[in-house]
T-cell receptor
Framework: AQTVTQSQPEMSVQEAETVTLSCTYDTSESNYYLFWYKQPPSRQMILVIRQEAYKQQNATENRFSVNFQKAAKSFSLKISDSQLGDTAMYFCAFMKLPQGGSEKLVFGKGTKLTVNP | DTGVSQDPRHKITKRGQNVTFRCDPISEHNRLYWYRQTLGQGPEFLTYFQNEAQLEKSRLLSDRFSAERPKGSFSTLEIQRTEQGDSAMYLC????????????FGSGTQLSVL
């Protein structure tokens, strides 16, 4: 079974600064996907960024980028130029290569990020 | 794209009562998922539908839980004889046909069992 660990229950950052959220995972699979989801107070889970394990290049989406270390099973999220709207719970999630169509996600416990003005 | 809609947003019930939640996925999405999220935890997978067929169920889904997706459109999740441990947020997600499509989540139904 896969597990996802987020060791930082809470973090805070000043507006416009950079913050990195940590995530480690455990799996015996060689092909899989990793995700960061954002859950603001509105409760809707929003996909921030996705990484395919077979790709060595780290994914980037505007101010969001990841540091994917496959051998270390580490997948951190860097948020640059933090904005007040980035305040939310952030969840790291794992998906093994879908079989039969099921894209089942395994989530970590989350990191509560607060961006201070 | 009107997003994934869930109803109700909040539900308070007494222990032993039955409750039913509804999820309306994005119209062209053939895959639908239910997750449960308890306080301080990430969401946990409950069940998965492809069209009207329920293809996977988690061991978390006890006999008191039943999910349906008639005609492959909206889905319902029913909990019979609710227990206090059922208190959680129930999230629905959908995705389109294809490989590794993005999951779109609804805002969830928050269940409180008194």
């Amino acid at each position: 079974a896969q597990t996802v660990t987020q060791s930082q229950p809470e973090m805070s950052v000043q507006e416009a600064e950079t913050v990195t959220l940590s995530c480690t995972y455990d799996t015996s699979e060689s092909n899989y996907y990793l995700f960061w989801y954002k859950q603001p107070p509105s409760r809707q889970m929003i996909l921030v960024i996705r990484q395919e394990a077979y790709k060595q290049q780290n994914a980037t989406e505007n101010r969001f980028s990841v540091n994917f270390q496959k051998a270390a099973k580490s997948f951190s999220l860097k948020i640059s130029d933090s904005q007040l709207g980035d305040t939310a719970m952030y969840f790291c999630a794992f998906m093994k290569l879908p079989q039969g169509g099921s894209e089942k996600l395994v989530f970590g416990k989350g990191t509560k990020l607060t961006v201070n003005p | 794209d009107t997003g994934v809609s869930q109803d109700p947003r909040h539900k308070i019930t007494k222990r032993g009562q039955n409750v039913t939640f509804r999820c309306d996925p994005i119209s062209e999405h053939n895959r639908l998922y239910w997750y449960r999220q308890t306080l301080g935890q990430g969401p946990e997978f409950l069940t998965y539908f492809q069209n009207e067929a329920q293809l996977e169920k988690s061991r978390l889904l006890s006999d008191r839980f039943s999910a349906e997706r008639p005609k492959g459109s909206f889905s319902t999740l029913e909990i019979q004889r609710t227990e206090q441990g059922d208190s959680a947020m129930y999230l629905c997600a959908s995705s389109a046909r294809g490989v590794n499509e993005k999951l779109f989540f609804g805002s969830g139904t928050q269940l409180s069992v008194l």
